[in-house]
């Protein structure tokens, strides 16, 4: 099976990489991957093996291996030359600028880019309109952009990002539908939470205090406790990421032995449960600090949406056949597994659907082990 060669550029922690592992399952190699904040560093090492120390600004494309399909969530900047010149002029010295040099000097078959959903807003509108152009006209790419919610693919938050993808040759690409599945803030709660994330009485009133003030300006800034049958808020930086999404734990609360703990049982979500909302596993391994662990997360994707994007990519790459990109099948009864190897078929047959796919070729396999879907 030939593999597919990624780069992950502004990674993070891993949230994209992640997406296009699950989509791709055993094709994606990741062969260079760049991030320049020490912590997520540390933490993207943890759970994928590789450090992606760098910055990208001093990084030459010829030390960049050669790859097929570039991974991007960068920063969103204003470009305050946008329009004066035309093509790479107006983008230089940006973060895009750096996405866009790789792509131009490596011609990669595809990539995906995300960033926040007023990224085509910003600026009045010329970001977008920069990238667009430079994209299609000065690189020659084939452009697609959505804005998706993370809450209508199954996580339990309402995040809404905008999300590109570009291909070098004339690819149709659809973005994939929502799933609509019913989920809510209770589906990522943590049991027996410790008392660390229960406000003190005295932090609760004073964001009573400051929710009022701006209440009686006519704003409707301020914390906010959650249902556990609601949707969070955006996990975002800072401590209103935080503050926007309190819960009551009462079955944690009555465990506690902190004395200045609030009374009404309100607690902040914990590291663990920001991941959840985002979409990680509970096998994501978290070694950073509590705080750096929050601004990391806020800082990422929700990986299901980026799992659905990537399969769509798969899907119009080998429809194209841009890419020697191959369908995996059960190794038991040769069905098609639509979702590779976290295909809940495999449940179905069992372990011995992760058998070679070249036993569905041989009828004394098949007829020893039976065609049973």
Known sequence: MKKIRFIDLYAGIGGIRLGFQNAFSAQAKFVFSNEIDNSACKTYEANFGENPKGDITKTKSSEIPDFDILLAGFPCQAFSIAGRRKGFGDIRGTHF??????????????????????FMSHDDGRTFKTIKKVIEEDLGYTFYHKVLNAKDFGRPQNRERIYMVGFKDPIKFEFPSATHDKVAVRDILERNVGDEFFLSQRYLNTLKKHRTRHEEKGNGFGFMILKKTDIANTIVLGGMGRERNLIVDQESFKKSKRTNINSEAVRSLTPR??????????????????????????????????????????????ESKNLDIKPIHCGICGKKLLKGLNDPHIQTCGNLALWSVCFNKHDKFRKILGQHV
């Open 97 to 118: 600028f750096e996405i866009a040099r790789v792509i131009k000097d490596k011609k990669p078959a595809a990539f995906f880019l995300e960033n926040v959903k007023h």
């Open 273 to 318: 449960e920001f991941l959840r909302l985002q979409g990680f596993p509970d096998s994501f391994k978290i070694v950073a600090p509590k705080s750096q662990m929050y601004r990391q997360t806020a800082n990422s994707v929700a990986v299901p949406v980026v799992d659905a994007i990537a399969r769509s990519m798969k899907k119009a790459l080998a």
